[in-house]
Each structure stands twice: as C-alpha cells, then as structure tokens.
C-alpha cells in the first residue's frame, strides 16, 4: 500500500514568508499613500511618489492596492477598521463591546470614545476624499457609500439603545440615527477639533455627554 505523501515543510514555509511579505509591501504602501494624501493632497500624489516614499517599485503599488481610487477605498476601509484588513462594522470589537453592554449610558459612552479614537486615524483620509470625489466618479460614489453605511449603522445603533427602554419617548429610532450619524460626521469634528483646536479626547466627551443629554430620558 502505497503512503500518503505530505507536502515538503520548506514549501509551506516559504509560501507562510511570501505572505507575509505581501502583506508588509501593502502595509507599506498604504502608509505611504495615508501620508502623502495628508501632506501634498489627493490630486497632487502621484503612484510614483508613493512607490518612492514605500521603497517599492511602480508596478508594486499597482499590485499590492490598484489605481489610486481603489487605493483609497483600500486606505478608507483599513483605517476604520483599524486593521490591515476591512472588517465589517458588526464584527468590530467596539460594536461587540456596545451590544455586550446592558445600559444606553454604557453603549452611548463606548461609541463615543471609539468615534473619538477612530477620528484621529481618519481625518487625513477623510480629507483626502472629500477633495478626491470632487473630480473622480469611483471617489465619489465612495463617499456616498461610506455616508449610506454610517446611516444605516446608527439606525441599528438606535434599535440597539432602544432596546435598553432609555430613549426619549418622543424621539424615533430614525430621528435618533440622524441626530448621531450627524454629530459623528467628520465635517463636524473637523469644526471642533481642526478649527477650533479640541482634543480628540475632549470630543469624545463631548459627544457622550450630548448624546446622553438629547436622546435619554
């Protein structure tokens, strides 16, 4: 009877080491898209200056991300989610923590803070949308999305605070979404925290103090 064959530990090895890798090449292209966007702006950022500023060459960037649209929708989804990797909202840990806790206080407060945490990674990113989807389509049509997205998980934010029997009666769960995924919007924190100097901290206070305020009974 014939054994079975396994395949050789070296092949596995060097398939693990290649991955890795690709990962870090990624990891470092986005990085460097994330700066010069902040630095030069969207339109002014060439592949090529990113490839110089990863160390990597332009046919590498093109590889690792794409155009320069799809390496911002890269960049946008990596940097909310604070990983190397886009994950779903309902699977982010500071939602997991949200639906785990059993007052509206409690999950008004978690929220808060990680918009406030999540702001500081963003803001560069938002900008540089913000100007991208004023010349190009797929930019544009990103945005909107990512605004559809908001709106639609803070109208399942508002189920999951109505659930606790702590909203304002005279508040619908629509009215509640729309009075968060406003307060939350990076135009407002750019009011708050880049016109007007606030800590990210202090925002985030902020909006847990207000929320609580408008929305509780």
Not at 112 to 133: D, F, K, N, Q, T
Not at 158 to 166: K, N, S, V, Y
Request: net charge neutral.
């Amino acid at each position: 009877m014939a054994e079975d064959v396994k395949p050789p530990a070296r092949r596995r090895y060097t398939s693990a080491v290649r991955a890795e890798q690709a990962a870090a090449t990624r990891r470092a292209v986005l990085d460097a898209a994330r700066d010069l966007f902040a630095e030069d702006g969207y339109a002014a950022t060439s592949i090529a200056a990113i490839a110089a500023r990863a160390g990597v060459a332009v046919d590498t960037v093109y590889a690792a991300a794409g155009r320069k649209p799809a390496l911002l929708r890269e960049l946008v989804e990596t940097t909310l989610s604070g990983t190397d990797q886009a994950v779903p909202a309902d699977q982010r840990d500071y939602v997991l923590r949200i639906r785990a806790a059993a007052s509206a206080r409690e999950k008004i407060a978690i929220y808060a803070a990680a918009v406030s945490e999540i702001g500081v990674r963003m803001a560069p990113v938002h900008r540089a949308l913000a100007e991208a989807a004023v010349s190009d389509g797929d930019c544009a049509a990103l945005r909107a999305e990512i605004s559809r997205r908001r709106a639609d998980n803070m109208r399942l934010f508002a189920a999951d605070l109505r659930a606790t029997g702590e909203l304002r009666a005279d508040l619908t769960d629509d009215e509640v979404a729309d009075i968060v995924w406003s307060t939350n919007a990076a135009e407002f924190r750019a009011l708050l925290v880049g016109e007007r100097g606030w800590s990210a901290e202090r925002f985030g206070t902020f909006l847990a103090d207000a929320w609580s305020r408008v929305l509780l009974a």
